[in-house]
């Protein structure tokens, strides 16, 4: 298992967590996602290392931002 961490920008509600882990689900190997409007943090828990770019992209697609931390 492996637990990577980021950072997302922009988020100030429920609708905005529901969002990006709608879309950050659809990446293979996530088997569970911590997401958090109130701290900012975005915490995956993945069998594999994950692809930041793809994270990166799907938050973007949610309609924010992020940064690995």
């Not at 088997?31 to 992209?57: H, M, P, R, Y």
Request: aromatic share 4%; net charge negative.
């Amino acid at each position: 298992m492996s637990t990577t961490e980021y950072e997302v920008t922009g988020m100030t509600c429920g609708h905005c967590e529901m969002s990006v882990r709608e879309e950050v689900e659809q990446i293979a190997g996530i088997e569970n996602i911590d997401v958090s409007a109130t701290t900012g943090k975005l915490v995956l828990t993945s069998a594999t290392d994950l692809d930041d770019a793809q994270v990166f992209a799907a938050v973007k697609e949610a309609g924010y931002s992020a940064v690995r931390v």
